[in-house]
């Protein structure tokens, strides 16, 4: 599992020219590893945050724009996050939200729907300590701390603003977190800080990487968390092995 690349959708498009269980779901083998980490954080305030987004997929320019509504408060929260390009409107849309508890985040239902297809749901089964699926019958327990993958980087921007001494180069920041049908450990490492043009000027911000797996393909998505900004994410980006990449650019933040 990866974190999702928005226009991945337009691989499959471009390519092909545009184009109730009655029994419980089966435990999945367990995870190599599900990592339980109790960590201080403290909550972002809540707002709204504007980005532009470029991209190529297989050799071809696109660009867009997303939002992702950030609510939390009262013991809960919620993340609305869409993506739109221009001709096909919305591509993206994921909602997560849930309560929060001793670890941070603790969702209680992902949903994802993509371009032309239906969306999936995640339930975090609190009565039972179970994550399970719309898409397929695997199931993974409930330890503490999981994630989804909408909010597992606004809860390692909870992390981070409460222990922004911690964040220094070479420190590792790991989750487990669940996606459309199945769950797997997610590790951020931290590289530097650096300057990253925004629509709120130039501002510092600290680096992230999270790297697919040494035995694996897949994306290399680089976070960017702006301590001036309550650490909120300022650019994302994700790239692939064969040079398609996209990139996201925070351009405004209202806060509510």
Do not use: C
């Not at 920041?173 to 000027?201: M, N, S």
């Not at 697919?212 to 393909?217: A, G, I, L, S, V």
Request: hydrophobic share 40%.
């Amino acid at each position: 599992m990866k974190l999702f690349n928005p226009f991945s959708p337009f691989k499959q498009m471009l390519a092909a020219g545009l184009l109730a269980a009655t029994m419980a779901p089966a435990m999945a083998d367990a995870p190599v590893d599900h990592p339980v980490i109790k960590r201080a954080f403290k909550l972002a305030p809540s707002a709204d945050l504007s980005y532009t987004i470029k991209a190529k997929q297989r050799g071809i320019a696109l660009a867009g724009e997303s939002i992702s509504n950030w609510r939390a408060g009262d013991g809960k929260y919620s993340l609305l996050a869409e993506t739109k390009v221009p001709l096909f409107g919305k591509i993206l849309e994921q909602r997560s939200d849930g309560a929060v508890d001793d670890y941070g985040l603790a969702p209680s239902q992902f949903v994802e729907k993509r371009f032309r297809q239906d969306a999936a749901t995640t339930t975090f089964k609190r009565d039972s300590k179970t994550i399970v699926f719309s898409e397929g019958d695997d199931s993974y327990p409930l330890q503490g701390g999981e994630q989804d993958r909408n909010s597992t980087v606004w809860q390692l921007v909870s992390v981070a603003r409460a222990a922004p001494e911690k964040f220094v180069p070479g420190s590792e920041w790991t989750f487990f977190v669940a996606g459309r049908r199945d769950a797997e450990p997610w590790t951020f490492k931290v590289v530097k800080e650096e300057k990253v043009t925004t629509g709120q000027g130039e501002v510092s911000a600290v680096h992230l990487v999270k790297a697919p797996p040494p035995n694996k393909q897949g994306q290399q998505v680089d976070l960017w968390l702006a301590p001036s900004l309550e650490w909120y994410p300022v650019k994302v980006t994700f790239a692939d092995v064969d040079g398609d990449y996209v990139e996201q650019t925070l351009q405004k933040i209202v806060k509510k």
